[in-house]
DNA sequence: GTGAAAGCGCTAACAT
DNA sequence: ATGTTAGCGCTTTCAC
């Protein structure tokens, strides 16, 4: 390995000038400069960024942990954070927990090994208690879902309302039985999912059939579980989730239902294929970029502020997420 | 920040003591073990990974350098590869390029300064040369794309067979002139999709049409502006690639052309709505899951190994594509 | 403008 | 089974 010491010695200067050299912090010759780069060049020296953050006790990583890469919810995170820390010189540590809570721990200590300058997370169900220790030594914001535990700031959007909207469309449509597919409220936005649901149907005097809600996991299994069975009465299905959406695309596909003439259905996510399902779906549409690119420069903004610098009642960020009313929703059949 | 000195006074040991009893390497009494951490636990304790780099000089971090993490294509090697490092407690730097050569070079030397255990690369066009040296400082390997420069191994698809089956297709239905959207020859995809499109050509005794053939950046934007203007002589288009064939069905879409009937088109990738589309895209399916995992499991496996282990002729790995036949293509009028 | 020296936190070698 | 010591590569005083 080549080090500082190496370039030392092929230069004939001290270590200490090698480094004000390469590191354009304490004066130097421009000469000497000139011979420096060309020694390090030459003998192929990368700079050890261990040694580095062990002298400087801070690193140049920024962390974000999420439940799924693949899913473009999160991808566009990791897109956003990248671009933001290639900005600025800082690296980017990713970990996916596949929403389990032991995985989440391990990555966070991770986090907190590689003294991670700042760190964001999409919390998962159930975190374990020992996060928050660990999520007050660095700038820590949540991403999307909120740990009720996790004192931090959080970025995601307006569900409850995004989903009374949805609901408040269909039953204007005359629709009065209307299944939604949605996660189970370990996660925080399955409950706000259901809440925006339930609040849209008092609101205009309907009680609630539980049987109609159907939550679990938020994932392509259950959004095709969700409606397999699909009581008779039920005209409108809204699916609460980008996975479920796909499940359920996939189920109705299968069967040849027809839409919406069958059935009513609205949907959920960012992808362009929404767009094109059946003349364009009936969506709720969460701004990702958006919230990307907002969280992005806030995180990194915080880096070097004191860790902890959450005060209740600031930073919680609820964006609105936007309806498209497309060819998958009609008025009930009277 | 609590180190090990700080147990150490804590407990009334010795550093080496507890950096034992923590690590589970030496010898140490149960009793020892329990009391130093209890002492951990209590005083908020996490190792420094850049402190044990330093120490064993290697890290525990591999990394993967990718144009576009949103690209499921990529997103789905993110996913491998992290649960891969889960499973055997290392870590995953990831890097995105947006195919930007400096960007490039700028992540591939922030992997070597954190001396990462293994990088896989997807190469961008035109790669600086100063990413070979890069390259031989750790295993490494490269994905889906090829340089020419890089002397590594490189996991990938039968890219020429693949388009050279999707274009035979076409021509046995009867048609004569296919337009082909690609990428252009600066990206070894692009390449080898135009060799196998003008082969199956070729091999029907049929002479290339230069205009006919699309080249550009592997984006939505190209591929909208490659189907901006179709030859009124062509029965067919092929999109042979993901977001090639997302900018094209876009257009497609707005201008509601009928498919098959006016034109048929083969599509390119994984994503479940191809199936969905008009009645399912007749299609190239690249099966990035098994790539992903074949070459996750293959790079960890070389770490610890001497770094430039590679040897000309080994490791060349193209795994074979799908072709499914949807409903998105039909016999050229006559 | 340059050099000498110290120390970040950890662990392995060696001594007890 | 535990303690002592040294050093990984870098940067930052502090001298000169």
Redesign the interface.
Known sequence: ?VTIKDIARDTGLSPATVARALGGNGPTRPETRQRVHEAADRL?Y??????R??RN?S?DMVGLIVP???N?FY??M??AI??AC?ARGL??????T?DDPD?EL??M??M????AAAVALVPGPHSHRSMI??AE?QPFVQLVRRSEWLRSEWFGFEEESGLETATTHLLSLGHRHILLACSGDRYSTGAARQRGYTDALKKHGLSVDDALIRAGEPTVAHGRAAIADIPPHVTAIITAGTLLT?GA??VL?DRGVSIPGDLSIVGFGI???LQ??RGGMTRIIPPVDVLAETCAEHLLSRIGTEAAGYSSGTGVIGHPTVFEIGQTTAPAAT
Not at 46 to 51: K, T
């Open positions: 390995m192929g990368v700079v050890s960024s261990a040694a953050s062990m006790q690193s799924d890469i693949v473009r991808s566009e990791a897109r990248a671009a290639d690296h980017f540590l990713l970990a996916v596949d995985r391990r990555q200590r991770a907190v090994a590689a003294r220790a660990l030594r796909e695309v996939d596909t992808e362009k294929w094109w399902w």
